[in-house]
């Protein structure tokens, strides 16, 4: 495939309120005319003493957030924009329908439902891993159709073909674990504190890549694994760098655990995130070359990641891509990037009754 033409500017005026509540972050975001003019986002911090996201708690600090949010979000864009802005004044209300933790979901989509029919206006429902491909419509430099996304957070890594806003093809993903997930396990077993996955990003900035070794998985076609990556990484931590293959008994006490991880953390952690990254560079490095597309984007909460922003960068340097990467606020769960997607849907009148029901799992 040849890469297509620019995405032109929207015109069509239409202002809408997105909701995201999928998992831990409450979110909400005003898009006119397809510019966000504001992305209010509430993290929890409930959930670092637990290392992990609680669901029955997270759902409750969305019903604790979401209106507080979404009056920040309708401020927010009043001053960015030159016509007031107002809940009276949105055309439609879109929410993140798919996938993601049900209960959190239920408080957006209830929140949405609710708003749609006192208001009366159009409900647009949103695939959340869709959003995040589309994060990269938000910025003026777009890139152009088809495009492919990397697609990386804790829960997802694909490959996405992205034809235009409405037609996106997953062809390749993860056969087990998420990149998001080995980054975060990871750190657990360094005894970072969670969420793990940014301070090994953090630490690896000061460490040397190529210290330690761990295995890339020979996994066929465009699909990847991350579990025998992971089991590799537990067995060089439990036998203190001796050998990362796998061991029924282990000779390195707790304490000589601690100590080897303490005296080498900047060199683990750049190795780790060393390979994690080249996992995913040489996937997309095949799809890029059995597709012929050369307009190349990264998504999802993994994107912040600075190794992987600069080996992307590097990679389309090498091999002439136009490479395009959300900025922060957009890589991580967040209601610009349900806006944008909710905007394209509005110029096709893609609309749901108040009968839509919000899903855990979901096909693209």
């Given at each position: 495939m040849d890469s297509g033409t620019d995405l032109a500017t929207p015109t069509s005026p239409a202002l809408i309120l997105a909701i995201e509540s999928s998992c831990d972050e409450t979110s909400a975001s005003i898009c006119a005319d397809g510019r966000i003019l504001s992305n209010i986002i509430a993290n929890q911090a409930v959930h670092e003493k637990y290392g992990g996201v609680v669901p029955e708690l997270a759902s409750r600090a969305h019903l604790q957030n979401i209106v507080p949010v979404i009056d920040a979000a309708i401020k927010k864009a009043g001053e960015n924009s030159p016509r007031p802005i107002s809940l009276e004044s949105i055309d439609a209300i879109a929410f993140t329908q798919a996938p993601g933790l049900i209960g959190s979901l239920l408080v957006g989509a209830q929140f949405a439902k609710s708003l749609a029919l006192?208001?009366?206006?159009?409900?647009?429902?949103?695939?959340?891993?869709?959003?995040?491909?589309?994060?990269?419509?938000?910025?003026?430099?777009?890139?152009?159709?088809?495009?492919?996304?990397?697609?990386?957070?804790?829960?997802?890594?694909?490959?996405?073909?992205?034809?235009?806003?409405?037609?996106?093809?997953?062809?390749?993903?993860?056969?087990?674990?998420a990149a998001g997930e080995a980054f975060d396990k990871s750190a657990k077993l360094l005894g970072l504190p969670y969420p793990g996955g940014p301070l090994i990003d953090k630490y690896a900035a000061n460490g040397n890549a190529k210290r330690f070794q761990f295995p890339e998985p020979q996994i066929p076609g465009l699909n990847f694994s991350f579990s025998g990556l992971k089991t590799s990484i537990l067995y060089f931590l439990k036998n203190a760098g001796s050998s990362n293959v796998f061991k029924e008994s282990f000779t390195a006490t707790p304490g000589e655990q601690a100590q080897f991880i303490s005296e080498n953390l900047a060199d683990i952690c750049a190795s780790i995130q060393a390979r994690i990254i080249s996992i995913l560079i040489n996937k997309l490095r095949k799809a890029a070359k059995e597709t012929g597309i050369k307009d190349v984007?990264?998504?999802?909460?993994?994107?912040?990641?600075?190794?992987?922003?600069?080996?992307?960068?590097?990679?389309?340097?090498?091999?002439?891509?136009?490479t395009f990467i959300p900025a922060f606020e957009y890589c991580t769960d967040n209601a610009a990037m349900i806006a944008i997607?909710?905007?394209?849907?509005?110029?096709?009148?893609d609309f749901v009754s108040l009968n839509v029901s919000p899903t855990a799992r979901a096909e693209w």
């Open positions: 006192a208001l009366d206006k159009p409900l647009i429902a949103v695939h959340h891993m869709q959003a995040h491909v589309l994060a990269n419509l938000i910025p003026d430099d777009r890139p152009a159709f088809p495009f492919l996304c990397l697609t990386v957070s804790g829960g997802h890594t694909q490959i996405v073909l992205c034809e235009s806003p409405a037609k996106m093809k997953v062809i390749g993903e993860t056969i087990d674990d984007c990264i998504a999802g909460g993994v994107s912040a990641n600075s190794g992987l922003r600069k080996a992307l960068r590097e990679t389309g340097e090498q091999l002439g891509w136009r997607t909710a905007y394209y849907k509005f110029l096709e009148k």
